[in-house]
């Protein structure tokens, strides 16, 4: 059974950090090709951040968060996680993880994804 559990997300102020974290069923783990951060503020687009090919390990982010977010993962957890350091206002949004089982290539496009968890809000204020 695929699944996917968010947690970590909270308010900040601007200039803060927050952990989240993204635990995977083992099935899931195992099953994944390819595993991502999105997030979707109100009334915008669901944006990809940071993307892990499984197989090999190599992370992709994208340019609004790279330098700031750091995406790693713990396999004997089967968890994937996103540290985010100096948190901005417009990084308030809705977090998500998602993953799949198959092999597409365009990753930051969240249409593609078949697996998602249910989303940690993030708010930072000014």
């Known amino acids: 059974q695929v699944q996917l559990v968010e947690s970590g997300g909270g308010s900040v102020q601007a200039g803060g950090s927050l952990k989240l974290s993204c635990a995977a069923s083992a099935y899931t783990y195992r099953t994944s090709i390819i595993m991502g951060w999105f997030r979707q503020a109100p009334g915008k687009e669901r944006e990809g951040l940071a993307i892990?090919?499984?197989?090999?390990?190599?992370?992709y982010y994208a340019a609004s968060v790279k330098g700031r977010f750091t995406m790693s993962r713990d396999n004997a957890k089967n968890t994937l996680y996103l540290q985010m350091n100096s948190l901005k206002p417009e990084d308030t949004a809705m977090y998500y993880c998602?993953?799949?089982?198959?092999?597409?290539?365009?990753?930051?496009?969240?249409?593609?994804?078949?697996?998602w968890g249910q989303g940690t809000q993030v708010t930072v204020s000014s």
């Open positions: 998602a993953t799949d089982d198959l092999f597409f290539t365009n990753w930051f496009d969240s249409y593609q994804y078949k697996y």
């Open positions: 892990i090919d499984t197989n090999g390990g190599a992370t």
